[in-house]
């Protein structure tokens, strides 16, 4: 059996298995986990702008303090490094701060409709409400 995943960015769009004698138990023995770390690395020139933005610029603190640009910034390089399985962590890392304020950033984004709800042990960057393209 062989199984060919093809990508855009960090997510399979199409998955071709051949097979001589296919059936289900070989079905079971795919993981798509294991292929999803096959995916290409994300190319850090695609979220330069938004690792350059992300350095200089911190959202500020206090009510009605919202600043759009610096979440949907920090979306675009989330979103960019979200099928690594670590993001907070590269993130924490490439920007020089520490991890906890990433995670807290994230929360902030998630909170204000910038990414979708996360999940237990699923990292996801999906688009939220008030990008215009989430749900």
Do not use: C
Not at 42 to 68: E, F, T, V
């Amino acid at each position: 059996m062989e199984v060919t995943p093809e990508f855009d960015g960090p997510r399979i769009v199409r998955l071709t298995i051949t097979s001589d004698d296919l059936s289900s138990i070989d079905m079971k023995q795919i993981s798509f986990r294991v292929l999803r770390q096959g995916a290409p690395l994300p190319d850090m020139d695609s979220i330069a702008d938004a690792m350059a933005y992300l350095k200089q610029h911190r959202p500020q603190k206090g009510p009605g303090n919202l600043d759009k640009k610096f979440y949907a910034a920090f979306v675009e390089a989330y979103r960019g490094l979200a099928h690594t399985k670590k993001p907070i962590a590269i993130l924490s890392e490439r920007l020089d701060v520490p991890h906890v304020r990433v995670k807290s950033w994230a929360v902030q984004a998630r909170k204000h409709g910038f990414m979708t709800p996360s999940r237990k042990g699923v990292v996801s960057g999906d688009l939220g409400w008030r990008t215009g393209l989430g749900r």
